[in-house]
């Protein structure tokens, strides 16, 4: 009785320990958005004085009203969501059917081995920003939606993320294809790609963040502001009084009222919600995913 007693007390003790631990990872995850959010919505001056804490000092929705009366700002998010749809799907593509072949055996495929070192080596080393550049620029692809969705296209990891999970499917699926007459296409995408939902679901979340936060390329990509993707188009967003220039008192009044630090909060704030949306209905496929493709037995 004794020993069920300590046995009892200590997995409570165990479990008390647990709730702390988590909740103090909850709040120190949640903290900085929370943070973020206050700050986008505190006063100019409070928020440059470095009072914003836990809660918004001096409320005010200027840095907001300031991004969203911009037309290029709903521009830019068409751009973004154009890019991130694209992208992801004919990254998808692409890797599927890139995965398909080198889950084979060298027997089944010979010159799987060498298809193999080839993906590593790019993996681990490429050709440096300037020859990626001028690649693109040979293809006619500068100031295009598609510099942005077909210059990381083949996202090397992912691939072998699939194939490895590709490889651990029973290989009696296969064969019952074969014996009910499918061809290498209806075998792909009506057997192994329906059994492949959970990474399949976790490399897509991959590919959608990555298009939807980066901002380089389309920095580097569009020559005109109009072409701009959300991440490229808000972090050129800055607070500036223009010189030589004749305002009203209601413009002086807004951008008095307007500081980088709050605007860049609301920037970073309003860039990060889609994802947050998005996440949730993936989460349940992102452990299994990449467990199972990452584990060859």
Known sequence: MTLVRTKTLGSRTFDIANVILLGLLLVSCLYPLWYTFC????NKSAANAGLVTIYP????????????????????????????????AISMLITVMMAYPLAKSKREFTLRNTFMWILVFCMLFNGGLIPWYLTVQQYHLIN??????????VPIFNVILVMNFFRNLPKDLHEAGIVDGAGPWSI???????????????????????????????????NTSDKYPLQTYIQ???????VGTNLTPE???????????TLNAAKVF????????????????????????????
Request: charged share 10%; glycine share 6%; with cysteine.
């Open 188 to 222: 792909l995408f009506r057997i192994y790609v329906p059994c492949s939902i959970p990474v399949l679901a976790a490399v897509a979340l991959f590919v959608s963040v990555y298009h939807w936060n980066e901002f380089f390329n389309g920095l580097v990509l569009m």
């Open 251 to 261: 413009q002086y009044k807004k951008l008095s009222e307007l500081s980088n630090r």
């Open 57 to 88: 000092i001096g409320f005010s929705l200027t840095s907001y009203k300031e991004i969203i009366n911009d037309k290029l700002f709903f521009n830019s998010f068409w751009i973004s969501i154009q890019r991130t749809v694209l992208g992801t």
């Open 270 to 297: 309003i860039a990060m919600v889609p994802m947050l949306v998005v996440y949730p209905f993936l989460q349940k496929y992102f452990v299994t995913g990449i467990m199972l493709g990452a584990v060859k037995e």
């Open 39 to 42: 700050v986008s919505i505190s």
């Open 144 to 153: 295009s939606i598609w510099a942005l969705v077909l210059g990381g296209g």
């Open 236 to 242: 050129q967003l800055v607070v500036n009084i223009p």
